[in-house]
């Protein structure tokens, strides 16, 4: 769902007359359904029973992914990636939540491990999703997502037992001292912006452009530079199971952080200042 505008380029240039700043702030919707609810969502999650409020928004998601697959405007378009982020953030939410109701004393680990199980899903996206555009259509693909979504939303409703009372209700706090609380910390906005920073690379080049990039920049085929996009997602699955781990052990996770920043920088200078086609290479720093 997340970089479904990058598989679509050509669907909506050509079909939809979108231009590529219009295609580039479409992205950008998806990041505001994202980010407007993290807060109201946590209290949810704590305020009323997880399986409802998770169910409930795959399937905000799983409508949007409708609206793209048979809206006919650029305005359809930005609609549906707003709600496909504003569902998609129950994502890593729901997960915080139930690691605290069923695994509270293995929280890194298994953090890592469902950022993990997460990329796997962005890392098919890529050239197996295109693939499939290809083979059976546009719209028979992202039906088969949504029908996923609903059959996920379906067995939360189901397995997810936990307790009202076990959930950690918080019923007696209201939503707007919450908020107020939140906004005011000075620790939560500096790892705001500096978590923003880091996504940065991510957000705004695998998402979006990565593709057409290694295809026009680097020069290598259509097909590899789909799967260089996906194994960005997978080096993160990777990373973010090995970082749980390594962080319960380091220590500081200021200094933690400040060591990948320092690689991501690294790795971005490589990519972007040598000129070379060698598929290898590429792949390696993707």
Same mark, same amino acid.
């Given at each position: 769902m997340r970089f479904l505008p990058g598989m679509m380029m050509d669907h909506m240039t050509i079909n939809l007359q979108m231009s590529a700043e219009e295609i580039g702030f479409l992205a950008g919707f998806y990041y505001i359904g994202y980010s407007i609810v993290q807060i109201p969502i946590g209290v949810m999650l704590d305020?009323?029973?997880?399986?409802?409020?998770?169910?409930?928004?795959?399937?905000?998601?799983?409508?949007?992914?409708?609206?793209?697959?048979?809206?006919?405007?650029?305005?359809?378009?930005?609609?549906?990636? =707003?709600?496909?982020?504003?569902?998609?953030?129950?994502?890593?939410?729901g997960a915080v939540k139930a690691i605290d109701d069923f695994f509270p004393t293995k929280y890194s680990i298994l953090m890592g491990?469902?950022?993990?199980?997460?990329?796997?899903?962005?890392?098919?996206?890529?050239?197996?999703?295109?693939?499939?555009?290809?083979? *059976?259509?546009?719209?028979?693909?992202?039906?088969?997502?949504?029908?996923?979504? *609903? =059959?996920?939303?379906?067995? *939360?409703?189901?397995?997810?037992?936990?307790?009202?009372?076990?959930?950690?209700?918080?019923?007696?706090? +209201? =939503?707007?001292?919450?908020?107020?609380?939140?906004?005011? +910390?000075?620790?939560?906005?500096?790892?705001?912006?500096?978590?923003?920073?880091?996504?940065?690379?991510?957000?705004?080049?695998? +998402?979006?452009?990565?593709?057409?990039?290694?295809?026009?920049?680097?020069?290598?085929?259509?097909?590899?530079?789909?799967?260089?996009t996906s194994i960005v997602f997978f080096g993160l699955g990777i990373g973010s199971a090995f970082i749980g781990y390594v962080a319960n052990k380091f220590g500081s996770y200021s200094k933690l952080i400040a060591l990948m920043g320092f690689i991501q920088i690294v790795v971005l200078l490589l990519l972007f200042s040598i000129h070379t086609n060698n598929v290898f290479y590429i792949f390696i720093l993707m």
């Open positions: 305020k009323y029973h997880p399986r409802f409020v998770i169910s409930f928004f795959i399937i905000v998601s799983a409508l949007g992914v409708v609206i793209t697959a048979y809206g006919t405007t650029k305005y359809h378009m930005y609609t549906a990636r =707003f709600l496909i982020g504003l569902g998609s953030s129950i994502g890593i939410l491990v469902t950022v993990l199980m997460g990329v796997l899903g962005s890392f098919y996206g890529g050239l197996p999703i295109s693939k499939s555009f290809e083979k *059976i259509g546009l719209e028979s693909t992202l039906l088969i997502i949504v029908n996923t979504a *609903i =059959f996920l939303a379906s067995l *939360i409703l189901l397995l997810y037992r936990k307790s009202r009372s076990e959930t950690g209700e918080i019923g007696k706090l +209201d =939503f707007l001292y919450i908020l107020k609380l939140s906004l005011s +910390d000075k620790k939560i906005w500096m790892i705001g912006i500096f978590a923003g920073l880091m996504i940065g690379p991510l957000g705004g080049f695998a +998402d979006m452009w990565a593709v057409k990039y290694l295809a026009q920049a680097k020069g290598i085929s259509n097909d590899y530079s789909k799967l260089g």
